[in-house]
């Protein structure tokens, strides 16, 4: 993935700092800033391309930052640098910001209060802690059952959705999209921090520190766990967890899945019957931009783990051909390919058919795989790759080989880094109604802006239909959702979309085509449109410390984020802060909020915290109530802030 996609993806909290090409001499260890400035402020402050600025990083614990230059993504630009150095940079960049050098805070909208920079809240404990129980309106996993993003009992009718107020919020930094068990909500985030949150109030059951994930926490029903109830997180660090959901405490933690230092988990892991389904993803884009990198070894997997042991079944690499030296680039460092195939996104689970259905990302050398950019169908027991399906070749890339650049380790061509970032949907058609064998298809979308759907049996195409424009960060970005009768497709097309605001300088020197951001209905069997909602121009109050257009007062309507459905309503927000529910029918607007029209006083005890963009995982349907995380700082660097908000909607805020 393109310009900045790691740091939203790990996210997208994994990439941390980007040390400079042409690194100075390594400065004093009992000095963190001089440390600072000397490595890593020419990328930081201010911020360019991909890097977190230093607003951002001072929300960071340190533990994430010394991670990763020990043994995370910036292992290849950390060289040099001692464990003290390490050290003193990570306690530099975590102390808040302040004095006379200190960022200002960001101006609130009127009559709020503006909101202190990088902070931090308290964690309010619940007075009691009632045995988990479930519900007919849980929200279990990131995309419910395969992948559909679909609420079928979400505890609210349509008619309820235009009185839809916040009911209570929470900060926090990075969040990921919740989970909800009956009374427990569940959700990770880039501080470190666990949480088991109570769904109706936001007061906390438990937490548990050292926990950086942005995976939505699966929740599950099983023998494992004393109380019944397990959840299962994916860290950075490239081990999964399990956890017991009532009480937190740890059942078993896996062995590291993946020695490639850049790799990590982004995408849930998936529970089918005694197995967990766990996919992998890569940093070494940016990685790769380093001279002296030698590109590229990672490959794109999917591990099983054992459910009651988190022992390793099987791992399997979506790139097939074998990893193999090329050539020599022009520091004398040796080039080796095929790479790339990373797994962004949640596998998608197929019972009946004993198969696990993933979504690859691009190649990071032009040598020949066709692993990348494909949906890929992988057996439970076994983990032989049953079909695979490239829908895009030669897409090469690795980060600073945009606009012509021509770094050492560039591919020849470079690709458009259309790969995917979005689960596949597995899709119960209607009786009669369409090629795919079983009555079923899988359904599928880039960041080309093309939809497509597959037999899941052969993973022969059946139709493709181009929704959006496409670029590097969508096109379809993070998901799409389905119900019963239509596939709901969020577009995206920032980067198309900067091209067009007055005063912002376009992002790409790629020729784009116009922009069509907003949310479109698609017949499952065929593709054909069923309706168009194209994202209105709203206003917004971006509070953001590093959005490209925030001094100049623009709005980004692109609809990154993954959409959610229910019965009467589609929810889907967009990257200016506006969350909107349309009718699944028509695609008419029936209820909107401006999440960052003012701010919010949070249950832990933030006071004045400031909404944001929408990007990323989307909003969770369940008990009556809404969730979605507003100021994610995402890819696109626009509307983000270091301290998100989790915002919980129900009816009449009651």
């Given at each position: 993935m393109?310009?900045?996609?790691w740091a939203?993806?790990a996210?997208?909290g994994?990439?941390?700092f980007?040390?400079p090409?042409?690194?100075?001499a390594?400065?004093?260890?009992?000095?963190g800033e001089?440390?600072?400035?000397?490595?890593?402020?020419?990328?930081?402050?201010?911020a360019?391309?991909?890097a977190?600025?230093?607003?951002?990083?001072?929300?960071?614990?340190?533990s994430?930052?010394?991670?990763?230059?020990?043994?995370?993504?910036?292992?290849?630009?950390?060289?040099?640098?001692?464990?003290?150095?390490?050290?003193?940079?990570?306690?530099y960049?975590?102390?808040?910001?302040g004095?006379p050098?200190?960022?200002?805070?960001?101006?609130?909208?009127?009559?709020?209060?503006p909101v202190?920079?990088?902070?931090?809240?308290?964690?309010?404990m619940?007075?009691?802690?009632?045995?988990?129980?479930?519900?007919?309106?849980?929200?279990?996993?990131?995309?419910?059952?395969?992948?559909?993003?679909?609420?079928?009992?979400?505890g609210?009718?349509?008619?309820?959705?235009?009185?839809?107020?916040?009911?209570?919020?929470?900060?926090?930094s990075?969040?990921?999209?919740?989970?909800?068990?009956?009374d427990?909500?569940f959700?990770?985030?880039?501080?470190?921090?666990?949480?088991?949150?109570?769904?109706?109030?936001?007061?906390?059951?438990?937490?548990?520190?050292?926990?950086?994930?942005?995976?939505?926490?699966?929740?599950?029903?099983?023998?494992i766990?004393p109380?019944?109830?397990?959840?299962?997180?994916?860290?950075?660090?490239r081990?999964?967890r399990?956890?017991?959901?009532?009480?937190?405490?740890?059942?078993?933690?896996?062995?590291?899945?993946?020695t490639?230092?850049?790799a990590?988990?982004?995408?849930?892991?998936?529970?089918s019957g005694g197995?967990?389904?766990?996919?992998?993803?890569?940093?070494?884009?940016?990685a790769?931009?380093?001279?002296?990198?030698?590109?590229?070894t990672?490959?794109?997997?999917?591990?099983a783990?054992?459910?009651?042991t988190?022992k390793?079944?099987?791992?399997?690499?979506?790139?097939?051909?074998?990893?193999?030296?090329?050539?020599?680039?022009?520091?004398?460092?040796?080039?080796?390919?095929?790479a790339?195939?990373?797994?962004?996104?949640a596998?998608?689970?197929?019972?009946?058919r004993?198969?696990v259905?993933?979504?690859?990302?691009?190649?990071?050398?032009?040598e020949?795989?066709t692993g990348?950019?494909?949906?890929?169908?992988?057996?439970?027991?076994t983990?032989?790759?049953?079909?695979?399906?490239?829908?895009?070749?030669?897409?090469?890339?690795?980060m600073g080989?945009?606009?012509?650049?021509?770094?050492?380790?560039?591919?020849?061509?470079v690709?458009p880094?259309?790969?995917?970032?979005?689960?596949?949907?597995?899709?119960?058609?209607?009786?009669?109604?369409?090629k795919?064998?079983?009555?079923?298809?899988?359904?599928?979308?880039?960041?080309?802006?093309?939809?497509?759907?597959?037999?899941?049996?052969?993973?022969?195409?059946?139709?493709?239909?181009?929704?959006?424009?496409?670029?590097?960060?969508?096109?379809?970005?993070?998901?799409m959702?389905?119900?019963?009768k239509?596939?709901?497709?969020?577009?995206?097309?920032?980067?198309?979309?900067?091209?067009e605001?007055?005063?912002?300088?376009?992002?790409?020197?790629?020729?784009?085509?116009?922009?069509k951001?907003?949310?479109?209905?698609?017949?499952?069997?065929?593709?054909?449109?069923?309706w168009s909602a194209?994202?209105?121009?709203?206003?917004?109050?971006?509070?953001?410390?590093?959005?490209?257009?925030?001094?100049?007062?623009?709005?980004?309507?692109?609809?990154?984020?993954?959409?959610?459905?229910?019965?009467?309503?589609?929810?889907?927000g967009?990257?200016?802060?506006?969350?909107r529910?349309?009718?699944?029918?028509?695609?008419?607007v029936?209820w909107?909020?401006?999440?960052?029209a003012?701010?919010?006083?949070?249950?832990?005890?933030?006071?004045?915290?400031?909404?944001g963009?929408i990007?990323?995982?989307?909003?969770?349907?369940a008990?009556?109530?809404v969730?979605?995380?507003s100021?994610?700082?995402?890819?696109?660097?626009?509307?983000?802030n270091?301290?998100?908000v989790?915002?919980?909607?129900?009816?009449?805020?009651?």
């Open positions: 393109r310009l900045g996609i939203a993806a996210i997208a994994a990439a941390l980007s040390i090409l042409a690194a100075s390594q400065a004093p260890s009992s000095n001089a440390v600072f400035n000397a490595r890593c402020k020419s990328c930081h402050e201010p360019i391309d991909r977190p600025n230093r607003a951002a990083l001072s929300s960071y614990p340190a994430q930052i010394v991670q990763a230059l020990t043994t995370g993504v910036m292992v290849p630009m950390a060289q040099g640098l001692s464990e003290a150095d390490k050290a003193a940079v990570a306690a960049l975590t102390t808040p910001l004095g050098d200190a960022h200002p805070a960001p101006a609130a909208p009127a009559g709020t209060r202190a920079a990088a902070a931090r809240g308290v964690d309010v619940c007075t009691a802690n009632p045995p988990i129980t479930a519900t007919l309106s849980d929200w279990s996993s990131v995309g419910m059952e395969a992948s559909h993003r679909y609420q079928s009992n979400p609210l009718k349509a008619a309820d959705v235009p009185k839809l107020k916040v009911k209570w919020s929470f900060a926090m990075g969040g990921s999209m919740p989970t909800v068990i009956g427990w909500l959700i990770t985030n880039r501080s470190g921090k666990f949480y088991a949150l109570d769904a109706k109030s936001g007061c906390v059951h438990w937490v548990v520190d050292g926990v950086t994930s942005r995976t939505t926490p699966m929740i599950v029903k099983s023998p766990s109380s019944g109830w397990a959840t299962f997180v994916g860290e950075r660090t081990v999964v399990a956890f017991d959901a009532q009480t937190g405490k740890e059942i078993w933690k896996s062995a590291q899945l993946e490639n230092p850049v990590g988990i982004t995408g849930t892991p998936v529970v197995q967990l389904f766990v996919p992998l993803t890569s940093g070494e884009e940016p790769a931009r380093q001279l002296t990198y030698s590109c590229c990672f490959r794109g997997s999917l591990v783990l054992d459910l009651a988190g390793t079944q099987w791992k399997t690499f979506v790139i097939k051909e074998p990893l193999h030296p090329t050539h020599k680039n022009s520091a004398g460092v040796m080039m080796q390919g095929p790339g195939g990373a797994i962004w996104s596998p998608t689970a197929d019972a009946k004993g198969l259905y993933v979504a690859t990302g691009d190649s990071y050398t032009d020949p795989t990348a950019d494909a949906i890929v169908a992988i057996e439970m027991k983990g032989k790759i049953r079909w695979s399906t490239q829908v895009t070749e030669k897409d090469n890339f690795i080989c945009e606009n012509g650049a021509k770094l050492p380790n560039c591919p020849t061509p690709g880094d259309y790969d995917f970032g979005a689960s596949p949907i597995l899709f119960n058609l209607p009786p009669g109604k369409g795919a064998a079983g009555g079923q298809i899988v359904l599928s979308g880039q960041k080309s802006g093309i939809a497509y759907g597959m037999d899941p049996d052969t993973g022969k195409l059946i139709w493709k239909t181009a929704v959006g424009s496409g670029s590097a960060l969508g096109g379809i970005e993070w998901g959702a389905a119900d019963n239509r596939l709901y497709v969020a577009i995206s097309d920032v980067i198309n979309l900067f091209g605001v007055p005063g912002v300088p376009p992002v790409t020197d790629d020729k784009l085509d116009p922009p951001p907003g949310l479109y209905a698609l017949d499952p069997a065929n593709g054909k449109f069923l194209p994202a209105p121009k709203a206003t917004c109050h971006y509070a953001g410390d590093r959005s490209r257009d925030y001094a100049k007062g623009a709005c980004i309507r692109a609809q990154s984020a993954a959409p959610s459905v229910m019965p009467g309503a589609v929810f889907s967009t990257m200016d802060g506006w969350f529910a349309y009718d699944p029918a028509t695609g008419k029936i909107a909020f401006s999440t960052t003012q701010t919010y006083d949070t249950v832990n005890q933030v006071q004045g915290q400031p909404g963009n990007d990323g995982m989307g909003p969770a349907i008990g009556g109530m969730y979605t995380m100021g994610f700082q995402g890819a696109a660097q626009t509307g983000g270091a301290v998100n989790l915002l919980a909607f129900s009816v009449d805020g009651k």
